[in-house]
């Protein structure tokens, strides 16, 4: 959620959630979810 939050407009968070979802098919899904709860622990909301 915080990623839809944080953008200024629906279609950047479109974006970004697509730019996620494209990462799983790379690294996989276990990974992702690792990520991901790394990432909110940090408060980091942003693909860098």
């Known amino acids: 959620m915080q990623i839809i939050e944080n953008r200024n407009h629906p279609e950047q968070a479109y974006k970004s959630c697509l730019g996620i ?5 790379k690294v996989g899904r276990e990974r992702l979810i690792n990520a991901c709860k790394r990432a909110l622990d940090f408060k980091i909301y942003r693909k860098s």
């Not at 979802?21 to 098919?25: A, I, M, R």
Request: hydrophobic fraction near 40%; glycine fraction near 0%.
């Open 21 to 25: 979802l494209n990462f799983e098919k």
